[in-house]
């Protein structure tokens, strides 16, 4: 699939992104960014594992508002996360029409390592690998799956 390929498994609607291959709906937008093409705001960095999870819980607080009407958004597992990336892409390496403005750095994922680590997808390049709990980090929450 390239880059900027329809994409007919994804379906954009409200913010969302709707995987039928999956099951799972993604915010469209990494957090902190918003508006139809994701250009509006930064992404933004979270600097520790802790306060990814506390941004989902904000979300899930506001259901009506950031939660785009739903209150059941998380983390997603490293499996999760990584069925995102394409490949045959860099810079980022997820499929743009569907998730433009995709910042091309590591993003958290829920899935730990061991003590002190957890698993990132670095949309740099596609890399799933250890990082640490402390470190800057983009998020995008999903829903459903498990």
């Not at 059941?72 to 433009?100: K, M, Y």
């Not at 402390?134 to 498990?146: A, S």
């Amino acid at each position: 699939l390239a880059c900027d390929a329809a994409a007919p498994h994804l379906t954009v609607g409200n913010g969302t992104v709707s995987d039928s291959r999956t099951g799972l709906m993604w915010q469209q937008c990494a957090d902190g960014l918003s508006g139809a093409d994701c250009a509006t705001g930064t992404a933004t960095p979270y600097a520790t594992y802790a306060a990814a999870l506390a941004r989902a819980a904000a979300v899930n607080a506001d259901a009506a508002g950031a939660g785009r009407g739903f209150g059941d958004w998380r983390v997603p597992n490293r499996h999760e996360l990584a069925s995102l990336v394409l490949r045959s892409c860099q810079g980022p390496a997820i499929q743009r029409t569907r998730f433009p403005a995709t910042p091309a750095v590591s993003a958290w994922s829920s899935s730990a390592v061991r003590n002190g680590f957890v698993w990132t997808v670095d949309f740099a390049d596609g890399s799933v690998g250890p990082g640490g709990v402390n470190g800057d980090r983009v998020l995008r929450l999903v829903r459903g799956g498990q």
